[in-house]
């Protein structure tokens, strides 16, 4: 199988901390992207960060890539309740028409 | 806009029954995909289609049928559903390939 591998697969941490959970890939990728799922919902896009950048920030989000280690990280800072979610890591690389999934990291922020 | 909707949001059959599963999108997209989701497996890609008329397997495409006779409809098909198709699926479009996918809720099958 060519999924990502994401570690780690849970984390729970105090609100007003930082989380970080980190993805590695096999092939080589044109970018990669990360996205969250709340329970019972579908997947929404957070962030893409393509395969010539190195990091990427939105709002409190950083994610940076390493394309020599085949691996990206996601930083959420100062987490809130609600950042209580699923997150997936995304790739697709040469002239693949789709995307291939990581297997997540469950977040939980507790108050 | 919509964006992506599925229908049915639930459904449970029995070994060997049939359904079908539609996917529609409102976006004008010409990307669309079936994925199912299992505990501990990620989403795994099903099927996609790259324009209208269009199919092309996946990674896990056995068991499954689909087509796609109009640009904003991709439709998945069980003809004879088996219990290891138990799962949660969920539909995707996107504008171009490999860009930001949209997620439909998803459909939770149960297959007794």
């Known amino acids: 199988s060519q999924q990502g591998e994401e570690d780690p697969q849970a984390l729970s941490i105090q609100e007003g901390e930082n989380a970080t959970m980190n993805c590695s890939y096999k092939t080589s990728i044109n970018n990669l992207q990360w996205y969250r799922q709340n329970s019972g919902r579908g997947l929404v896009h957070l962030i893409l960060?393509?395969?010539?950048?190195r990091e990427k920030h939105s709002g409190r989000l950083r994610v940076t890539l390493d394309t020599s280690k085949k691996s990206s990280s996601l930083l959420i800072t100062a987490s809130r309740a609600a950042d209580t979610a699923s997150y997936f890591c995304a790739f697709s690389g040469g002239t693949a028409s789709k995307l291939t999934f990581g297997t997540g990291t469950r977040l939980q922020v507790t108050l | 806009n919509a964006g992506v909707t599925q229908t049915p949001k639930f459904r449970v059959l029995k070994t060997g029954q049939s359904m079908t599963l539609l996917c529609a999108q409102d976006?004008?997209?010409?990307?669309m995909y079936w994925y199912r989701q299992d505990p501990g497996m990620g989403l795994r890609l099903i099927h996609y289609s790259v324009g209208e008329g269009t199919t092309a397997k996946g990674e896990v495409p056995d068991g499954y049928n689909v087509s796609r006779l109009k640009k904003q409809n991709f439709l998945l098909g069980l003809e004879s559903a088996a219990p290891s198709q138990t799962s949660v699926y969920f539909c995707?479009?996107?504008?171009?390939?490999?860009?930001?996918?949209?997620f439909g809720p998803g459909t939770r099958l149960t297959v007794l």
């Open positions: 976006m004008n997209h010409e990307y």
């Open positions: 960060i393509r395969s010539n950048e």
């Open positions: 995707a479009s996107s504008y171009v390939a490999g860009v930001v996918q949209y």
